[in-house]
Antibody, heavy 126, light 108 residues
Framework: QVQLVESGGGVVQPGRSLRLSCAASGFTFSMYGMHWVRQAPGKGLEWVAVIRNDGNDKYYEDSVKGRFTISRDSSKNTVYLEMTSLRAEDTAVYYC???????????????????WGKGTTVIVSS | DIQMTQSPSSLSASVGDRITITCRTDQSIDTYFNWYQQKPGKAPKLLIYATYNLQRGVPARFSGRDSGTDFILTISSLQPEDFATYYCQQSYRNIRFIFGQGTRVEMK
């Protein structure tokens, strides 16, 4: 079955770095874009980043631009989130998610998240 | 910067009620909305994509539409399993994805 399993979360001091991984299985990884979405304790969802299926197009939420890097390794069916200069406000559950798409009759693309992992917790604290 | 507001932040309703949740954006060009349901301690679940389209396996009581700068999720007859938090997600030019603040649907 389609599955996403995140790992790499933990407790880290402010200013330090952490790398999250997400192992995908049950689908053709190279055909799908992948997102990271986070949720601070008791708060709503916040989109973090997306990497499209070819790995060339990457986009980020403004507050993580320049600090976080999303990447993928199709030989390992894995997507990564490298997080540097971590701040207390980065504390959250980080979800890995698969992006599916649909094309309209006039060729417009519509993207949406259709599969989510269970999440990995990152706590930034001294 | 795009300004998007989801309302209400919470609502109380009974089984069988019709409820609507609205997300208003100041950027409706090159934009569409997806809708998700989240239950406590669980990952979100896709309900509606590209504003109008029902995800496979989602009951037909869920529907999405737009009205100018408003994007609306409707549950036509609330069921016990629908008590949850709902999020809209705006996609702008397919390069920015903004979640709404969430609407918690509680039992009256």
């Amino acid at each position: 079955q389609v599955q996403l399993v995140e790992s790499g979360g933990g407790v880290v001091q402010p200013g330090r770095s952490l790398r999250l991984s997400c192992a995908a299985s049950g689908f053709t990884f190279s055909m799908y874009g992948m997102h990271w979405v986070r949720q601070a304790p008791g708060k709503g969802l916040e989109w973090v980043a997306v990497i499209r299926n070819d790995g060339n197009d990457k986009y980020y939420e403004d507050s993580v631009k320049g600090r976080f890097t999303i990447s993928r390794d199709s030989s390992k069916n894995t997507v990564y989130l490298e997080m540097t200069s971590l701040r207390a406000e980065d504390t959250a559950v980080y979800y890995c998610a698969r992006e599916d798409d649909e094309t309209s009759s006039v060729g417009d693309y519509y993207y949406y998240i259709d599969v989510w992992g269970k999440g990995t917790t990152v706590i930034v604290s001294s | 910067d795009i300004q998007m507001t989801q309302s209400p932040s919470s609502l109380s309703a009974s089984v069988g009620d019709r409820i609507t949740i609205t997300c208003r954006t100041d950027q409706s060009i090159d934009t569409y909305f997806n809708w998700y349901q989240q239950k406590p301690g669980k990952a979100p679940k896709l309900l509606i994509y590209a504003t109008y389209n029902l995800q496979r396996g989602v009951p037909a009581r869920f529907s999405g539409r737009d009205s100018g700068t408003d994007f609306i999720l409707t549950i036509s007859s609330l069921q016990p399993e629908d008590f949850a938090t709902y999020y809209c997600q705006q996609s702008y030019r397919n390069i920015r994805f903004i979640f709404g603040q969430g609407t918690r649907v509680e039992m009256k």
